[in-house]
């Protein structure tokens, strides 16, 4: 299976930072990556696939790059609504597999 | 609008079985891949299964393989989960997703909605 490890595990940050988390991929998975937010008690939010593809309705402060082995999510300032939890993901092989998150904390 | 609702989900003893379902409005699920990917409460994302659009390709996760099946109802736009032999470690909320592709006969595994999901606990 192909293991995902995201960095850091918890971020502080205060409205309007620029913030960066880093995937990265036990082998090389190509663009095969999709970023999710996450708020408590409620369902995944799809913002990235294909590693840099922003999905419909996703406002464009979220970005994402990388391709192989290591990825970022970029979120140019972070907003209110951003503090979250974010997760990658892989499509690139079966079993498909995810990060393990990281919360973007209130500094 | 799009909207995925599971239902079914509650406390179950170690060993025995359960049936969660998903119920599909608001796009053509017929010509949808769908997913089951579950959540420990507090944790992070492990995806569980997929089935095709029309039900003849499904795959499993190593650890639910065998004790776990996907199927789907495309007349009745619904997707399922039966589980037996269920353990502790089963205990999570299970989403329902919807493949992003918008091509029956390709995947592209990953998922572009999601249902809020039914808590499955398994505990004596």
């Known amino acids: 299976d192909i293991q995902m490890t995201q960095s850091p595990s918890t971020l502080s940050a205060s409205v309007g930072d620029r913030v960066t988390i880093t995937c990265r991929a036990s082998?090389?998975?190509?663009?095969?990556l999709a970023w999710y937010q996450q708020k408590p008690g409620k369902a995944p939010n799809l913002l990235i696939y294909k590693a840099s593809s922003l999905e419909s309705g996703v406002p464009s402060r979220f970005s994402g790059s990388g391709s192989g082995t290591e990825f970022t999510l970029t979120i140019s300032s972070l907003q209110p609504d951003d503090f979250a939890t974010y997760y990658c993901?892989?499509?690139?092989?079966?079993?498909?597999?995810f990060g393990q998150g990281t919360k973007v904390e209130i500094k | 609008q799009v909207q995925l609702v599971e239902s079914g989900g509650g406390v179950v003893q170690p060993g025995r079985s359960l049936r969660i379902s998903c119920a599909a409005s608001?796009?053509?699920?017929?010509?949808?891949?769908m997913h089951w990917v579950r959540q420990v409460p507090g944790k992070g994302l492990e995806w569980v299964a997929v089935?095709?659009?029309?039900?003849?390709?499904?795959y499993y996760a190593d650890s639910v393989k065998g004790r776990f099946t996907i199927s789907r109802d495309n007349s009745k736009k619904t997707l399922s989960l039966q589980m037996n032999r269920l353990r502790a470690e089963d205990t999570a909320v299970y989403h329902c997703?919807?493949?992003?592709?918008?091509?029956?006969?390709?995947?592209?595994?990953?998922?572009?909605?999601w249902g809020q999901g039914t808590l499955v606990t398994v505990s004596s």
């Open positions: 997703a919807r493949d992003a592709s918008d091509t029956p006969l390709v995947m592209d595994n990953w998922f572009d909605t």
């Open positions: 082998q090389s998975i190509s663009s095969w």
């Open positions: 993901q892989q499509s690139y092989s079966y079993p498909w597999t």
């Open positions: 608001g796009f053509n699920f017929s010509n949808c891949g």
């Open positions: 089935i095709w659009y029309d039900g003849r390709n499904k």
